[in-house]
T-cell receptor
Framework: TQLLEQSPQFLSIQEGENLTVYCNSSSVFSSLQWYRQEPGEGPVLLVTVVTGGEVKKLKRLTFQFGDARKDSSLHITAAQPGDTGLYLCAVSGGYQKVTFGIGTKLQVIP | GAVVSQHPSRVICKSGTSVKIECRSLDFQATTMFWYRQFPKQSLMLMATSNEGSKATYEQGVEKDKFLINHASLTLSTLTVTSAHPEDSSFYIC????????????????FGEGSRLTVL
């Protein structure tokens, strides 16, 4: 079973639309990270959320950590073609290990 | 920002040969590095944890004799795919965290650019 469930797995939208990506688990985490990965490259950290209910903004991206610290969401406002990529949520476990969700592949069509 | 560099970025080899991939932390020291494998349209799967000066720790189902890991210094870990076969073709990614932030939950994990292995 997957520790982190991400939905949707695939999303194709028109430029200018809004979207939300979800990351869910039955486990409680001390922190959660969101990464973005472009084809043929390694993931790049977007944000780390730590406190239950925390909201962080990164330009047009809004990240929220659930009150119970079991889930998180990523909302993109007015998506741009440059937002296209694989969005991964991840959590740190024992021995510094990072476990990734399956990812959401986003395509923004001009 | 901190940089992790992988080399080579792409490698094509014949079945049965061995391939070595290097992972370097360029401006920080890392006592631990991690090796991931990513198949097309899938997420990153942790293969093993590379520990400086000691044996690597492998995840369940990963053959340690096939994927040899050496972490000889605080800035370099290598992954050698021995007797590679077509099913080993994948995108291999390493990551590392600055040793000074190890005990911080928010210590950023930096990823290399990845190495695309194609076994013919």
């Amino acid at each position: 079973t997957q520790l982190l469930e991400q939905s949707p797995q695939f999303l194709s939208i028109q430029e200018g639309e809004n979207l939300t990506v979800y990351c869910n688990s039955s486990s409680v985490f001390s922190s959660l990270q969101w990464y973005r990965q472009e084809p043929g490259e390694g993931p790049v950290l977007l944000v780390t959320v730590v406190t239950g209910g925390e909201v962080k903004k990164l330009k047009r991206l809004t990240f929220q950590f659930g009150d119970a610290r079991k889930d998180s969401s990523l909302h993109i406002t007015a998506a741009q073609p440059g937002d296209t990529g694989l969005y991964l949520c991840a959590v740190s476990g024992g021995y510094q290990k990072v476990t990734f969700g399956i990812g959401t592949k986003l395509q923004v069509i001009p | 920002g901190a940089v992790v560099s992988q080399h080579p970025s792409r490698v094509i080899c014949k079945s049965g040969t061995s391939v070595k991939i290097e992972c370097r932390s360029l401006d920080f020291q890392a006592t631990t590095m991690f090796w991931y494998r990513q198949f097309p349209k899938q997420s990153l799967m942790l293969m093993a944890t590379s520990n400086e000066g000691s044996k690597a720790t492998y995840e369940q189902g990963v053959e340690k004799d096939k994927f040899l890991i050496n972490h000889a210094s605080l800035t370099l870990s290598t992954l050698t795919v021995t007797s590679a076969h077509p099913e080993d073709s994948s995108f291999y990614i390493c990551s590392a965290r600055d040793r000074r932030t190890v005990f911080a939950n928010t210590g950023e994990l930096f990823f290399g650019e990845g190495s695309r292995l194609t076994v013919l």
